[in-house]
């Protein structure tokens, strides 16, 4: 069976690589999609393609409704969705991907450290595992298509 899993939040790390990595060399069965991950091209999609704005408000908002799209999208038909929380920035487009998978019913792995721990106790409690590390979560998907353990 192949997995269609959606990997979502911070884009300054390769913990994306990291888990596509894994689940090759585990042979895994899994497909993979994720938001853009350019910055510049996210947030000025918006106005790339629908037209500039000279308020910054109605810049941001063109390319958030646009990101939107593709986002609501992949979580719909993803069969699990990771979001990871990064160290350095405030990830709010990465909480609402939380709640929106949870809301749609989708299996959610969250993936952060432990300094994250309080703050994010309420995105914890509407996943089914929350891991710290990348190969935590390859592990996850190789229990969850193989129903085997690591080791």
């Known amino acids: 069976m192949t ?24 042979g895994l069965d899994v497909r993979f999609s994720s938001p853009v991950t350019d910055h510049d091209a996210s947030d000025d999609c918006g106005v790339a393609i629908l037209g500039a704005e000279p308020d910054k408000f109605w810049h941001d908002h063109k390319g958030a409704m646009l990101n939107a799209i593709r986002t609501r999208q992949a979580i719909e038909t993803a069969d699990i969705v990771v979001v990871r929380f990064g160290e350095k920035y405030k990830q709010w487009n990465a909480a609402f991907d939380a709640g929106m998978a949870a809301a749609l019913g989708k299996s959610l792995i969250v993936l952060h450290g432990p300094e994250h721990q309080h703050a994010l106790k309420e995105v914890d409690a509407a996943a089914l595992a929350v891991a710290q590390a990348p190969h935590q979560v ?6 969850v298509q193989r129903g ?3 080791g």
């Open 148 to 150: 085997t353990l690591p």
């Open 138 to 143: 390859v592990q996850i998907l190789t229990y």
């Open 3 to 26: 997995l269609s899993v959606y990997l979502s939040g911070e884009i300054h790390t390769d913990w994306r690589d990291q888990i596509t990595q894994g689940c090759k060399e585990a």
